[in-house]
């Protein structure tokens, strides 16, 4: 496998000082190491890509492994983008990373709030995101996996969807490096101005927006997109319901619909 490292460095290195790209043949976790190195001290910035995760995480604490899918492709595109960051509001940041990937990859992918990319109502990818406060500095990793090829759907809660499907042509390291550079970018915005600038985006590819949906509270509703703040809108029989927090589940109500659950905000 062929990496651009230096295409994305001389990308990335002028808005970003200090920046490097490392790629690792195997490792435990992108996300672990990143955030390993930051409780070292290591603190910054650093684009941390893995061939093959032996113990990749997902939302809820779900396993992301990555292979290779033979002849020397990789299955899965997995990589951490490490750095240091202070917005003033942490939430929307993973609904901003996901505007910012699927629209750097393919026009039919779609976002299904707050951390998974899918094509035709299925999963192709999913994001993580963990801070930590190391001194003064606010230290994200923001950990994201695609599936480039087919993989198995055994254990999964809905089938997976993978790159090829829409971009055959397209191998790992060309999707790294059409996703890098923009990503840097759409973080830095986040950074400067929040959720807000990313809202309509969101929106447009918003794979909820005008399904049935029922939370695990037993309040069913219809999803309405999200605020500037990234909160989930429902509008139920008691009115338009901002849905934010960790405890609840919401999934569509009607068959062979998709399903979302809520994970921790940043704070």
Known sequence: MVWPSEAIWEAVSASLPGFTVEVLPQID??????????????????????????????????????????AGAIQSLTFSLGLPLAPQNW???????????????????RLKWPNDIWLQDRKLGGILIETGSFGDVRYVVIGVGINMAAREAAGLSTPPAWLAEV?????????????????????????????A????????????????????????GEALGVDATGALLVQTAAGVRKIT?????VRPAVAGGLAVALVPRPC
């Open 29 to 70: 976790s992108t996300n672990t190491d990143l955030m390993r190195r930051a409780k070292s001290g290591q603190l910054d910035p650093v684009l941390l890509v893995a061939e093959r995760q032996t113990a990749g995480r997902g939302r809820l604490g779900r396993q992301w492994h990555s292979d290779a899918a033979g």
């Open 91 to 109: 939430s929307g940041l993973s609904l901003a990373v996901g505007v910012s990937v699927a629209q750097s990859l393919h026009p039919d992918l």
């Open 167 to 195: 971009q055959p042509d397209m191998d790992a390291g060309q999707a790294l490096q059409e996703i890098a550079a923009p990503l840097v970018r759409a973080v830095q915005t986040f950074e400067a101005q929040g959720f």
């Open 197 to 220: 600038p990313f809202q309509a985006r969101f929106n447009a590819l918003d794979v909820l927006a005008g399904r049935a949906v029922v939370c695990s509270d037993g309040t069913m």
């Open 245 to 249: 927090s960790a405890e609840v589940s």
